[in-house]
């Protein structure tokens, strides 16, 4: 696609220091041969926008037999994003859905009233040494599609709006930001987008979305004078001007943002809820296990396990 004007700056100089409202240093956890870096939720930040849950996934590298593996888990109240930089793991969902995920393509999977899915490294993939980085996040629901039937969408490469020029190179994963619109359904109003920008290169923030943040997935940033790196989140405040300026080795970021919603959200292990009596009879129902007749099934061509209720 051709360039947008829309992605360069007026003026490079927009923003300043009292224009960040927070910035988030993920917490770090090793889930054996692989880290995962957690930005949201966060203690100063629950969500931005209707993003609720921001996790960085590797890099990693897997020897001869080494991989993923995600057993079977429930969802409610939620979509979840997976979108990778490098490798590949292959998703299973009790909507039927089976798809292997591949760089720079969208799996986005709704849970509405109840999913349940599973992530694994192929068969073909663990035989040979291999790498892992990706982002996975989850949207929010609004109140209204809580209750939704759960579907599964992905999105290849080609069918993703992509710009470039002037030093980046911007792909649109979801909702709408500089005058484009990505494919996927979504239930709220919302940007989420992967840049890169060559070493100088600058990128405005979206200035129709209430809502807005960026991650450093890799590189530097500067804005309005401070630099942030790799594994900082910054959440900027609404209505400023924001222009980001890659550091000197170039940057790749996460943009993401939108609308807030009408209220708060409880978040337990796999599930996130408007109130905690919908979070309470998603647990009963998780813990009865009646696959055949009960809200949650186990995914089709993989269900010889599933991940059991925690105790707390």
């Known amino acids: 696609m051709s360039w947008n004007p829309a992605l360069d700056p007026n003026d490079p100089l927009q ?10 240093i993920p917490r770090s956890r090793d889930l054996g041969g692989f880290e995962v870096r957690r930005a949201l939720p966060a203690p ?20 001869t037999n080494g991989g993923i593996d995600v057993r079977p888990h429930p969802h409610i109240g939620l979509s979840t994003v997976t979108y990778l930089y490098q490798g590949e793991f292959e998703h299973r969902d009790s909507t039927g859905a089976h798809q292997i995920i591949y760089p720079g ?15 694994r490294t192929s068969a073909e993939t663990r035989a040979t040494r291999h790498s892992l980085f990706g982002i996975q996040t989850w949207i929010a629901l609004p109140d209204e599609a809580e209750d939704i039937e759960p579907a599964f969408e992905h999105n290849s490469v080609a069918d993703l709006p ?10 649109l994963i979801l ?26 290169a600058q990128i405005p923030l979206p200035d129709n979305h209430e809502d807005r943040g960026v991650y450093v997935s890799q590189g530097s940033i500067e804005v309005a004078g401070q630099t942030f790196g790799t594994g900082q989140m910054m959440v900027f405040r609404p209505g400023d001007a924001i222009t980001l300026t890659a550091g000197a080795a170039g940057a790749r970021l996460m943009l993401l943002g939108g609308a807030t919603l009408a209220g708060p959200r409880y978040i337990w292990w796999n599930f996130v809820a408007s109130s905690q009596e919908r979070m309470e009879e998603a647990k009963k129902d998780w813990a009865r296990g009646d696959w055949d007749n009960g809200r949650f099934q186990l995914p089709i061509g993989d269900m010889q396990d599933f991940i059991p209720l925690p105790k707390s």
């Not at 100063?44 to 897997?62: S, W």
């Not at 992509?162 to 792909?171: A, D, S």
């Open 15 to 24: 923003g300043n220091g009292d224009s960040i409202e927070t910035v988030i």
């Open 44 to 63: 100063k930040r629950q969500m931005v926008g209707p993003f609720i849950f921001f996790d960085q996934v590797g890099p990693a590298e897997f020897v």
């Open 105 to 119: 393509e969208v799996n986005l999977m709704t849970a509405g009233h109840g999913v349940t899915h599973s992530e």
């Open 162 to 171: 992509f710009l470039e020029g002037e030093g980046k190179q911007v792909r």
């Open 175 to 200: 909702g709408n930001a500089w005058g484009e619109q990505a494919p996927a359904k979504v239930h709220s109003e919302m940007f989420y987008a992967d840049a890169v920008l060559e070493a100088g």
